[in-house]
């Protein structure tokens, strides 16, 4: 029979495993019912805490552990800069990890990590494998943006639903009624409620929802580009797209650009992150902002209550519609420029 391990503990008395570490070392108040939950989960888990646990457990590493699945992606990058940011003002330092703990060489790699090196871990993405939940570790862990709670662990994320909806609805106060989505990738959880967004503005309005309408971007400049251009073909009378990201939106104005549509002048583009370069872009780019660099800052707050036992009382900022110039206002319907040259690549 497999030793028990503290996670074993955690879900079996329906607390975090912080809330178990905090116990075992008596480290912070636990309420008398969590208490006995973890108690009665020990006895009948046969848990015993290993000696290596038990050494220097208490001593501060001073060093946080950020774990990403690509740290040149944008939106892991900005969270990275408020992440930093929040740090440096606590004295300890960052170690970086790039896995997505799908093989046993990534989950040893934060095994060891976990080990020796931190005070608490915290993991951008929401594509991790749930393996990551078998690493059997004391330290605290943080999940921002990710799809599955795993192990009760505390996880923060933005309203992606609210930004898919704010967009969506923005577009059509302009007057727009043929309106299409260039969603995400429907494994992951930000693609999948930036779609409700947009299937509940629509509805709200009372337009009726058309598949047709939405298509995969893959949250990829280049398949921004086709997609935009297959969808004009197929439906000229669209005159906006609601784009699940600032790339996609980027390849979907270049794409109408080749065949022969402008925007905002025949189709109105509206993007999702407010990446730096949506404002210098041409046109500029209308956008929801995703609060990153805000959304770094408060990840490591709320790791350090987590590690401190504190109550976790904080509040995820909100999205916001930034407007700039590629929606402008459908007062009419127009007439589809005339294309002499289509391409897909």
């Given amino acids: 029979m497999a030793k028990s391990t503290i996670s074993d503990v955690a879900r079996r008395a329906n607390v975090s495993i912080a809330t178990v570490s905090r116990y075992l070392n008596k480290s912070?108040?636990?309420?008398?019912?969590?208490?006995?939950?973890?108690?009665e989960a020990i006895f009948e888990l046969g848990y015993k805490k290993s000696a290596k646990s038990k050494k220097n457990h208490a001593e501060r590493k001073m060093r946080i552990g950020v774990v990403g699945y690509a740290f040149h992606d944008l939106w892991v990058s900005q969270l990275l800069s408020g992440i930093n940011e929040e740090v440096k003002k606590r004295k300890h330092t960052i170690s970086l990890e790039t896995s997505l703990a799908t093989n046993p060489k990534d989950l040893m790699n934060l095994k060891i990590l976990s080990d020796n090196d931190i005070d608490g871990f915290i993991f951008l993405g929401g594509s991790f494998s749930d393996?990551?939940?078998?690493?059997d570790s004391e330290i605290p862990i943080l999940l921002v943006g990710h799809d599955n709670m795993i192990n009760n662990w505390p996880t923060i994320n933005i309203d992606n639903e609210l930004g898919g909806y704010i967009a969506t609805n923005y577009v059509i106060q302009n007057g727009h009624k043929v309106i299409a989505h260039i969603c995400g990738p429907q494994h992951l959880k930000d693609g999948r409620d930036r779609l409700l967004g947009y299937k509940r503005a629509l509805k709200t309005a009372g337009i009726a929802f058309d598949s047709t309408l939405v298509v995969d971007g893959y949250y990829e400049t280049k398949h921004g580009l086709w997609q935009a251009q297959a969808l004009l073909k197929n439906r000229p009378d669209i005159t906006a797209i609601f784009c699940a990201n600032d790339l996609c939106a980027f390849g979907a104005i270049q794409g109408l650009h080749q065949i022969g549509y402008k925007v905002p002048d025949d189709v109105s583009i509206v993007g999702f992150d407010d990446m730096l370069m949506a404002d210098v872009f041409i046109p500029r780019l209308t956008t929801i902002r995703q609060p990153s660099f805000e959304l770094g800052e408060l990840a490591i707050k709320m790791l350090f209550d987590i590690i401190d036992g504190r109550k976790l009382d904080h509040k995820v900022p909100k999205v916001?519609?930034?407007e700039r110039d590629s929606v402008r206002p459908n007062e009419a319907p127009t007439m589809p420029p005339s294309v002499t040259h289509f391409r897909l690549s």
């Fill in 28 to 39: 912070s108040f636990i309420t008398n019912d969590k208490v006995r939950a973890i108690e």
């Fill in 320 to 322: 916001t519609l930034v």
């Fill in 131 to 135: 393996d990551i939940g078998h690493i």
